[in-house]
């Protein structure tokens, strides 16, 4: 593989690269910074990719562990950066005003998903990346993969039929809270 084409290839995944960092940043000037970081992380490291891999998912490892690390700087620094406006940036092209309100409460609904869920349904949904590509950005078995995404598109669902979040999403959980009603019962 050339210099040439490694950047050609690069250059073309920006797109993908900026709106998987507004979804793990949800701040547009975080999101950029992310976005060069990453840019920047992968030329230096260029001579570690290897030919024939995939270069979007080596790239998305990149700017998943770039944001991590940033998370752990900013937590040992007790800063922390929220944008707010994010959902009104987020509107692509100009709906009715019943859309953009279930674009407002997806989002929010999204917003309010356990992070590793939230991460693992938007690679699979919005990047379009398979359960394997996502189990290797995201470093765990293809399992963990299916169960955050099924847990996500769960949570997701009950929040948008305006049911209240149970926080027992996990069936063992359930079963424990269940026998201990039913033993205090």
């Known amino acids: 593989m050339t210099?040439?084409?490694?950047?050609?290839?690069?250059?073309?995944?920006l797109p993908a690269l900026r709106a998987f960092a507004m979804m793990l940043t949800r701040d547009r000037s975080a999101g950029e910074d992310l976005v060069q970081d990453t840019v920047l992380r992968a030329l230096?490291?260029?001579?570690?990719?290897?030919?024939g891999t995939n270069l979007r998912a080596?790239?998305?490892?990149?700017?998943?562990?770039?944001?991590?690390n940033g998370l752990?700087?900013?937590?040992?620094?007790?800063?922390?950066?929220?944008?707010?406006?994010?959902?009104?940036?987020?509107?692509a092209v100009a709906a009715n005003q019943e859309h953009v309100l279930v674009l407002k409460d997806l989002?929010?609904?999204?917003?309010e998903l356990r992070p590793e869920q939230r991460e693992a349904l938007h690679l699979v949904i919005a990047e379009g990346l398979s359960y394997d590509e996502v189990a290797t950005v995201c470093k765990c078995p293809v399992g963990t993969v299916r169960s955050r995404i099924a847990r996500?598109?769960?949570?997701l669902e009950v929040r948008l039929m305006g049911e209240?979040?149970?926080?027992l999403d996990y069936p063992?959980?359930?079963r424990i809270a269940n026998r201990e009603v039913a033993v205090f019962s």
């Open 58 to 68: 080596w790239l998305y490892t990149i700017m998943r562990n770039q944001f991590i």
């Open 152 to 155: 996500a598109r769960r949570e």
């Open 72 to 91: 752990r700087r900013r937590q040992r620094e007790k800063l922390t950066d929220i944008d707010e406006d994010l959902l009104d940036n987020l509107d």
């Open 3 to 13: 210099a040439v084409s490694f950047h050609d290839q690069l250059i073309e995944t």
């Open 107 to 111: 989002m929010q609904a999204m917003g």
């Open 164 to 167: 209240e979040p149970t926080g």
């Open 44 to 51: 230096d490291k260029s001579d570690h990719y290897t030919l």
């Open 172 to 174: 063992k959980a359930s």
